[in-house]
């Protein structure tokens, strides 16, 4: 399925400010050097013109049911991992003229493209790999792939709830570059409307319960872009091509994060990200 989306400089601000960005260069939409974040490109699958309908992963649960006519639930959904391919950084960005009376600038205008790339059964639950190929709309010159895999549980599966300890999965690191970053409070709620990823598991306490969380978890491409803002301050000058990430035990809003990584001449490995 496909479906239109634009964004202009204010989202990408908005973006920025929700994953505790500050430089200029991301929060200020008439800084000389302003241009996207490239962990917005993960967001790109969310976001729709008023007109149009992104993911509808409410239909792509129906569609699956059971020989005996059970459903998955949609309201299950979990994010299990992440891989961003951006092939255009530059297009990410509107242009800004200096005499333009917008003050945000033009707007990037997507045609999104959506397939369903992996899909496999397991025990009680449906796990889906759903690639999303986002192109510029006039040139139809692709600007990011996104592929997202989730985890949907069958309607008539029961709740397991865990304890956070039980959810934590332990990692080891040297300790040579690592960042204690603390998540605000409201963190979840300012992403939502930044990301467009409206997912009531980060918002509603019901609906967290029903998915065996205690309360609501921050989203998984909420914590995979704030160790992708700490390890670029790191690097400075660093071109991000690609991003991915396992989202493998829950952060909830208002907890700190460690974030480890190595260098390397070729790429940079962070720890696993941990979200939903």
């Known amino acids: 399925w496909s479906w239109r989306s634009s964004y202009d400089r204010a989202r990408l601000c908005a973006y920025a400010l929700s994953i505790g960005e500050e430089s200029a260069h991301f929060v200020y939409e008439r800084d000389l050097e302003f241009r996207a974040h490239p962990s917005f490109a993960a967001t790109l699958p969310f976001l729709a013109d008023d007109d149009q309908t992104p993911l509808d992963l409410?239909?792509?649960?129906?569609?699956?049911?059971?020989?005996?006519?059970?459903?998955?639930?949609?309201?299950?959904?979990?994010?299990?991992?992440?891989?961003?391919?951006?092939?255009?950084?530059?297009?990410?960005?509107?242009k800004m003229a200096l005499e333009s009376a917008?003050?945000?600038?033009?707007?990037?205008?997507?045609?999104?493209?959506?397939?369903?790339?992996?899909?496999?059964?397991?025990?009680?639950?449906?796990?889906?790999?759903?690639?999303?190929?986002?192109?510029?709309?006039?040139?139809?010159?692709?600007?990011?792939?996104?592929?997202?895999?989730?985890?949907?549980?069958?309607?008539?599966?029961?709740?397991?709830?865990?304890?956070?300890?039980e959810m934590r999965v332990a990692h080891s690191y040297d300790g040579r570059f690592a960042e204690?970053?603390?998540?605000?409070?409201?963190?979840?709620?300012?992403?939502?409307?930044?990301?467009?990823?409206?997912?009531?598991?980060?918002?509603?306490?019901?609906?967290?319960?029903?998915?065996?969380?205690?309360?609501?978890?921050?989203h998984g491409l909420c914590t995979l872009a704030i160790c992708v803002r700490v390890v670029m301050r790191f690097l400075q000058d660093f071109d991000v091509h690609e991003i991915g990430g396992r989202f493998v035990s829950p952060v909830f809003p208002g907890e700190t994060l460690v974030v480890a990584f190595t260098d390397s001449p070729e790429y940079i490995k962070g720890a696993e990200s941990d979200g939903c």
């Open 58 to 94: 409410a239909k792509l649960a129906a569609e699956h049911s059971d020989n005996d006519g059970s459903r998955f639930d949609p309201d299950t959904l979990l994010h299990l991992a992440q891989h961003t391919d951006i092939q255009n950084q530059a297009e990410l960005t509107p």
């Open 102 to 165: 917008h003050r945000n600038g033009d707007r990037v205008r997507l045609l999104n493209e959506a397939k369903i790339a992996q899909r496999v059964r397991k025990d009680h639950a449906l796990i889906v790999s759903i690639e999303v190929r986002s192109l510029e709309r006039t040139s139809r010159k692709l600007l990011v792939t996104n592929v997202m895999t989730v985890h949907i549980r069958r309607a008539s599966a029961a709740v397991v709830s865990r304890s956070v300890k």
């Open 180 to 218: 204690e970053v603390k998540t605000s409070a409201t963190q979840a709620m300012s992403y939502r409307l930044a990301s467009g990823d409206f997912n009531a598991l980060h918002v509603e306490m019901a609906a967290a319960k029903k998915s065996g969380f205690e309360r609501p978890v921050l």
